[in-house]
């Protein structure tokens, strides 16, 4: 069952408690101006009830910005409401203005219940009126999701894992490790929500949290700072490629349709990495590299009178006279 929780415990809490006061203190003076309207998705576990607090500490003098809470309502738990209600009353000790979003969490997507419930969640936060929208990611949850992806034979955009920022999002506190925040909790003795869905390792990523990642751990001690400092790296590598994928568009724009002949002068490698950086502005989402690599196979290889697809989502990829255009998949079927 679900529950508030405290760490009663404050020995030796403050010897790094402050790694994560300074990670949010960092990204505040790197990204916030004074005034600006600063949201923070409050889900009520350990994670997010830690970063508000740090937020509400920090939010003093000439550098003052606006804070408020998100709470998305999933309507998954039956302990829903119970975690509503909780957030809500640690805002109004904090004075902190609060709003819950309900989301209707699509149960039967192939994206699992988990990933439904996440791309929810996000399209919630993309509606959130603020400057900033800042989540609770720690360094456990970025080893854990570049684990995941690779283990799905994600490229490197999916081994970068999570940004620090992406556009309005800011995540600041990706150097902090899980033993950090619960140090953090331990010195201020505060209470949070316990998920029960978090103990359940039919989910993937439970899995990865509760059993690869801690076994992992035994046998290797950082396995997570370097899963997190290897995340880094391959987010480096993929700004890299975006910016090759510029060069190969060697001034033409960054959209579709796509000239056939762009995509033929290049080495294969360059031309899948154009593939890519095209559909990934459009929000389209790759499922597999392999997926990736027939696609482009079928765009080149195809004899001249065929019109090859492939269906990314809810996006068609197509080849009509020598272009590769990318429509929703309803315009193509109205073209039929």
Request: hydrophobic residues 45%.
């Amino acid at each position: 069952m679900a529950s508030s929780k405290k760490l009663l415990s404050i020995e030796s809490a403050g010897l790094s408690a402050n790694a994560l006061v300074k990670a949010v203190a960092s990204s505040l003076a790197r990204h916030v101006l004074p005034r600006q309207r600063v949201a923070v998705g409050l889900s009520g576990g350990m994670d997010s009830v830690s970063l508000l607090h740090a937020l509400y500490a920090l939010n003093t003098g000439r550098e003052a910005f606006n804070l408020s809470a998100i709470h998305v309502h999933h309507g998954i738990s039956p302990h829903a409401d119970q975690w509503d209600v909780f957030c809500r009353e640690y805002c109004e000790r904090l004075r902190v203005p609060y709003v819950k979003v309900h989301v209707t969490v699509e149960r039967l997507s192939k994206d699992g219940l988990e990933g439904a419930a996440r791309r929810a969640r996000h399209a919630a936060f993309a509606d959130v009126d603020a400057d900033w929208l800042m989540l609770a990611h720690q360094r456990d949850d970025q080893a854990e999701t570049i684990l995941f992806n690779l283990l799905r034979g994600s490229g490197v955009a999916g081994a970068a894992a999570m940004r620090e920022r992406s556009g309005k999002l800011l995540r600041p506190m990706l150097s902090v490790g899980r033993d950090e925040v619960e140090r953090y909790v331990r010195l201020h003795q505060l209470e949070w929500c316990e998920d029960e869905s978090n103990t359940d390792t039919r989910y993937s990523r439970n899995l990865l949290r509760r059993d690869i990642i801690p076994a992992l751990t035994q046998r290797f001690p950082a396995t997570t700072k370097n899963l997190a400092a290897a995340a880094a790296r391959f987010a480096e590598a993929h700004e890299l490629l975006n910016e090759l994928a510029l060069v190969d568009l060697d001034g033409a724009a960054a959209r579709f349709p796509l000239d056939l002949k762009q995509l033929n002068a290049l080495a294969e490698p360059r031309a899948r990495n154009l593939l890519r950086y095209l559909l990934t502005i459009n929000q389209v989402q790759i499922p597999s590299e392999a997926r990736l690599r027939e696609a482009l196979r079928q765009m080149l290889d195809a004899e001249a009178d065929r019109h090859p697809s492939l269906v990314f989502g809810q996006h068609r990829l197509l080849r009509r006279r020598g272009w590769v255009y990318l429509e929703p998949v309803e315009a193509c079927a109205d073209k039929r």
